[in-house]
């Protein structure tokens, strides 16, 4: 308990100092303190969280590395670091995705939610469409391409399957989930209107605070327990 209160208070301070150095111009430190911050929410999971899941630890960890790379970016080129920043955040995203997934029956989902999935599909592609063409004209090379689609592709498809996953089980887990994917996507989208088109601090300030209230959310739904797929079907059958 309280090594779990000296992680938090760390937590809000780090967030402090964040918010002053952003607004003060000074961006380096903010960033500092910022990528100091979700390494910490990670540690707090490993503290006061029990049992633990493979899937959830390993998108903390992979994001806390994608993370804690900042302080080497005056020691690697750009390139590596944009090239291993991105493969990192998207296989923390691909773990969280696999963790949703593996509760939720597929069968079942396509079956009863088919209009769902073509609705979501089709919104997918069409921010996808719109963030890709928001920084292409950023973009040079080839591999960097890719690399964005894929990154888009995977936090689109976390976003979808979080909300099917609430669809289909409707509790208070799988809905802190998809507050949790949605505060990610609306994070992720004006880190590109920071990144690519207006270099204001209210909107990293805005990205870095979405990305902190999404954690939140999947902190808060680690401690809950989820339900075998074998009980929804039971208590859908039921109803």
């Known amino acids: 308990m309280y090594k779990s209160k000296v992680l938090i208070g760390l937590i809000v301070f780090a967030y402090i100092l964040f918010v002053v150095f952003q607004f ?13 911050t979700f390494p910490l929410i990670g540690l707090l999971y490993f503290v006061s969280v029990k049992p633990k899941t493979v899937f959830f630890s390993l998108f903390l960890i992979f994001y806390a590395l994608s993370e804690l790379l ?3 970016i005056d020691f690697i080129p750009y390139l590596y670091f944009y090239y291993i920043g991105n493969i990192l955040s998207m296989l923390s995203y691909a773990f969280l995705l696999f963790e949703i997934c593996k509760s939720v029956c597929g069968f079942h989902v396509l079956k009863n939610y088919k209009i769902h999935v073509l609705v979501l599909t089709g919104l997918n592609i069409y ?3 719109i963030l890709q063409e928001a920084i292409s004209p950023y973009l040079e090379l ?7 689609i894929t990154y888009n592709v995977t936090m ?6 979080s909300l099917l996953n609430y669809f289909y089980k ?21 880190n590109v209107a920071y990144l690519y088109v207006a270099h204001q601090n209210a909107l ?3 990205s870095v605070s979405l990305f902190l209230l999404a954690f939140y959310f999947l902190y808060q739904q680690s401690k809950l327990e989820n339900l075998k797929v074998e009980e929804i079907e039971i208590s859908t059958n039921v109803n």
């Open 204 to 206: 990293n300030f805005i």
């Open 156 to 161: 689109l498809l976390l976003l979808s399957v």
């Open 142 to 148: 080839t591999n960097e391409y890719i690399i964005e």
């Open 24 to 36: 003060s111009g000074d961006e380096v430190m903010a960033s500092s303190f910022s990528s100091i």
């Open 127 to 129: 921010i996808a469409y």
């Open 170 to 190: 409707g509790n208070k887990k799988s809905l802190f989930y998809f507050f949790g994917a949605l505060c990610i996507v609306f994070s992720e989208v004006i």
């Open 70 to 72: 900042f302080f080497a």
